[in-house]
C-alpha cells in the first residue's frame, strides 16, 4: 500500500476482536509481510448520479443481510435479478477501471451494494474477496463510496497478520481498488454509509 494514503490505527481493534477471539489462523506459520496495493481515486460522475443510483437501490428489493446484518443489500440476491442501478454505475466502473482491465485481461465481474445504518447490529466481519464459486478467480476488487459522511466508517484493510489495521483516507465519491486477498472489514458506523463493491475475475 502506498504509505502516504495510509495511517495506522489500533482504536477499533477491541471492536473486532470477536472475529478471531483467540489467536490468529496464521500464527502457526513464519510471516513475511510483503506490502499489497490499495489504489484510490474519483469515481466519475458522482454528484451527477449519486442520487439517481441511491434513488435506485431504494426501489430494490432486499437480501436476507446474512454477512453484515444490515438494513438492505443485494449480494443474497440472485444474479439474474435485475440491478437497477446498473446503467448508471457501470457505465463509469469500466471508464475509471480501464487500466486495471487492460493490464489484468480480466473478462467477468460482480457487483453488489451494501448500506450500513448508524446504531444498527454488529455489522464488523472480516473478510477477503477470495472465496467462494467465480470469486477464487478474482483478480483485482474494489469499492465505490456512494453515500459516505464519516471517513472513519469508510473501511478498515489488516496486514496479512490479522492484529494491524490501516485506514485509507477515504471520502464520499471515491473509488478504490485493493487486492482481492487482502483482508478487511466494514466497520460499525456511526453515520449512514452506502457502498457498492465489485470483483472482476477471469472465467
Same mark, same amino acid.
Given at each position: 500500500m ?8 489500533e ?10 477471539p483467540?489467536n ?6 513464519e510471516l ?5 496495493y490499495?489504489?484510490?481515486t ?5 454528484q ?5 443510483i441511491l434513488?435506485? &437501490? #431504494? ?5 436476507e443481510?446474512?454477512?453484515?446484518? @444490515? =438494513?438492505?443489500?443485494? $449480494?443474497?440476491i440472485?444474479? !439474474?435479478y435485475p ?6 454505475f457501470?457505465p463509469?466502473?469500466?471508464? &475509471? #477501471?480501464?487500466?486495471f482491465?487492460e ?5 467477468? @465481474? =460482480?457487483?453488489?451494494? $451494501?448500506?450500513y445504518?448508524? !446504531? ?5 466481519f472480516l473478510h ?7 470469486? #477464487? ?9 456512494l453515500? @459516505? ?11 496479512p497478520?490479522?492484529?494491524?489495521g ?12 485493493f487486492?482481492?486477498s ?8 456511526k ?5 457498492i463493491?465489485?470483483?472482476?475475475y477471469?472465467?
Amino acid at each position: 500500500m502506498i504509505d502516504i494514503l495510509l495511517k495506522k490505527d489500533e482504536s477499533f481493534l477491541e471492536e473486532v476482536k470477536n472475529i478471531h477471539p483467540n489467536n490468529s489462523m496464521f500464527d502457526g506459520y513464519e510471516l513475511f509481510e510483503i506490502p499489497s496495493y490499495c489504489y484510490k481515486t474519483k469515481f466519475p460522475n458522482h454528484q451527477k448520479n449519486k442520487k439517481s443510483i441511491l434513488d435506485n &437501490i #431504494s426501489k430494490m428489493k432486499s437480501g436476507e443481510g446474512c454477512l453484515h446484518h @444490515l =438494513t438492505k443489500e443485494d $449480494f443474497t440476491i440472485p444474479r !439474474n435479478y435485475p440491478r437497477l442501478y446498473s446503467d448508471l454505475f457501470l457505465p463509469n466502473l469500466f471508464e &475509471i #477501471s480501464n487500466p486495471f482491465i487492460e493490464r489484468t485481461k480480466v473478462n467477468n @465481474l =460482480t457487483f453488489f451494494y $451494501f448500506q450500513y445504518q448508524p !446504531n444498527n447490529k454488529d455489522q464488523t466481519f472480516l473478510h477477503h474477496h477470495l472465496s467462494g464459486n467465480q470469486k #477464487s478467480n478474482t483478480i483485482f476488487s474494489g469499492t465505490y463510496f456512494l453515500e @459516505l459522511y464519516d471517513p472513519n466508517d469508510a473501511i478498515i484493510f489488516f496486514d496479512p497478520n490479522e492484529k494491524i489495521g490501516y485506514r485509507p483516507e477515504i471520502e464520499e465519491g471515491d473509488i478504490i481498488f485493493f487486492a482481492p486477498s487482502l483482508p478487511h472489514v466494514g466497520p460499525k458506523t456511526k453515520y449512514s454509509k452506502t457502498v457498492i463493491t465489485f470483483n472482476f475475475y477471469i472465467d
